[in-house]
């Protein structure tokens, strides 16, 4: 609203601001062009009549003749109220009562003769037929004008003048008024749809002004926590989908979903070595039996922390059964892995479970590409380590079988 | 080492003296007049004169008025002149250190060209000429060669005497070459067969039957060696192209 009373006051300003220039240029203009009529139109008339006038003398010089040709110029011209020759030895003019009153101080220049006559003096020269004499001025022509006739042409250019200046700003100023007209009822348009928005902002209860930049702020703010919890959830999910939650080890589904996808095809690619170990807790089902299931829970949450704990980053463990681990070793030799396992039987030996004996395990281990001739084949590999893992048991547990 | 020093003493001596500082005056606006005047400058320069405004060796004038102020003047110092229509008017083939150059030929050598290009036989010519002027038209019109005229205010007034002549030449009277006088003269010798001449270059546009054309570049050159030489001739002629 303020900035449209705003541009109503610009438009009336600029409307008022180029009226004002137009009236100042066009009175400049038809004045100046007024005084040019006067000054140079009236000194070029003087000057084509004196070099007529000296022409016809010169041809003819008649003193009669020259009189009776000043008579006919002066009465043909209206505006024209006497000639006058003026040169060193005469004057010569008409009407004769002229003589001795003109006096020419200043060339080309208009001056005051009396209240109704103005007069102005143009130099006449000897002009000659060749460049080597130069001309030499022989005295004035002087032209006696009747300041009214002047005056009347003057006052009826300037009203001319103003009437074409009247004429070009009225339709300028209805053309103004008439496209701020067309402008206005576009704006007013424009005013309603403002209004009528606004009161549909608040119908529904949003009021479009109180509406702050802080609690966009915030709302960003909780789309992008609950982005991020989401995220983690999403994390956690996949970790709780390949975690077994007791022993903190890897599930089957991880086989499923890591190794058969990424892992395998890497193997096959790069053919790189790979040993595969399977530990079976010796005597489990004594322990479940005697000390219970949380007992045997105890000795399987502590045997998964040893394992995640004694063996390499790189190394994969898998719980693979009930109380059976499932490791892969990306290991050059089946004895190095062998160390591994020795190390975590070292340590669950040194646990005391409160059972009145050590804890073992048996393994079963078997190798790529000692095992097997081509890489990818990892059921083969855990199907020769389980065969171990049997061979152990059936050798008396606590042990080891590579081969 | 002596001989050296005196041969550059010497050496320096001629060229100072070859050297001279040169003013022109030229008091015509006249583009001819303007147009000699330049050559000139650059004619001096060439040979390693100096052109300046005052305290000068050789005093270069331009033009009747120039030669009335350079008269009132008494200096001792070379003024050569051109562009002065009668130089004999003011006495200059007399007076002491002023050569000159005619601008216009002398009345009978033009009459001598007329007759040798046109094939024409020699007869008496009539030159019109203005009562003020008779004095000075003497001077310059063998009267063997031509009859001088008299008129007083145009020479309409001496049309009829005109009429028993064959030829008319154009002398350098104000009064005849004003333009009003000289077409009408053009005019009336046109339409009695009469021949009419001049030795004023530019008149050829008014139709005349022989006219002499100046040659300019020789005009600057002739003064040039009015500033470097003692002439013979106080008053060399006008250079004409030859045709």
Known sequence: ?403 | MVKLAIFLLVFAFEVSSHAADVCIVNSYSIPPARRVETRVQEILKKHGHRIVNRNCRVKILIGTPAIVEELKKSSAYKKVYSFVLFPEKFGLEKEKNFYGVRVFPLPEKTYKRLIRKLYLEKKKVAVPISDSMISIAKIYLPEDTFSIIPFNNSPMEIFGSLLKYKYVYIFPDPKILKLVNITNLVNFCKDNNLIIFSGLGDLSKFDLDYVDKIDYEKLAEELVFLVENDSGKRILPCPCKEE
């Not at chain 1, 009776?68 to 008409?94: H, Q, R, W």
């Open chain 1, 1 to 403: 609203m303020k900035s449209f009373r705003r541009l109503l006051a610009l438009q009336v300003a600029i409307l008022i601001v180029g009226i004002l220039t137009f009236i100042t240029f066009s009175g400049i203009s038809i004045l100046k062009l007024a005084s040019i009529y006067e000054k140079k139109h009236l000194s070029q008339i003087s000057t084509i009549l004196a070099k007529n006038i000296k022409l016809i003398t010169e041809l003819y010089p008649n003193k009669y003749l020259i009189k009776e040709t000043m008579k006919k110029v002066v009465n043909e011209i209206p505006a024209l109220d006497g000639i006058c020759f003026l040169n060193e030895s005469k004057e010569f003019c008409y009407p004769k009562h002229l003589i001795g009153k003109v006096r020419c101080k200043k060339e080309y220049e208009i001056a005051q003769l009396s209240e109704d006559n103005i007069y102005i003096c143009i130099p006449i020269y000897e002009e000659y037929a060749t460049q080597f004499l130069e001309k030499k001025k022989e005295g004035y022509f002087v032209a006696v004008f009747n300041n009214k006739h002047i005056n009347q042409f003057k006052n009826f250019w300037i009203l001319t003048g103003i009437l074409i200046s009247m004429f070009f700003l009225i339709t300028g100023i209805l053309v103004i008024v008439s496209i701020w007209i067309d402008v206005n009822v576009d704006f007013n348009k424009l005013r309603k749809f403002i209004s009528e928005l606004k009161s549909n902002i608040k119908q529904s209860d949003m009021n479009i002004n109180d509406f702050k930049v802080e609690e966009i702020r915030r709302t960003a703010e909780l789309i992008l926590k609950l982005t991020e919890k989401i995220s983690k959830l999403n994390d956690r999910i996949k970790k709780l989908a390949i975690t077994d939650p007791l022993t903190g080890l890897f599930n089957r589904n991880y086989i499923n979903m890591f190794i058969k996808t990424s892992y395998i095809p890497l193997w096959k690619r790069r053919k790189f070595p790979l040993t595969v170990a399977i530990l079976d807790i010796d005597n489990f089902k004594s322990i479940n039996d005697i000390y219970g299931h949380m007992k045997g829970d105890e000795v399987l949450k502590k045997f998964g922390q040893i394992i995640r704990k004694t063996i390499r980053n790189s190394d994969i463990p898998i719980r693979f059964g009930g109380e059976e681990v499932l490791i892969i070793f990306p290991s050059p030799t089946k004895e190095q892995a062998l160390t591994a396992i020795k190390r975590i039987r070292e340590q669950l030996i040194k646990e005391n479970f409160g059972i009145g004996r050590p804890v073992t395990f048996s393994s079963g281990l078997s190798g790529f590409p000692s095992d097997i001739d081509s890489p990818g084949d990892l059921e083969k590999l855990i199907e020769i380590a389980d065969q171990r893992l049997y061979k152990a048991k059936k050798l008396g547990k606590n042990r080891d079988i590579i081969d």
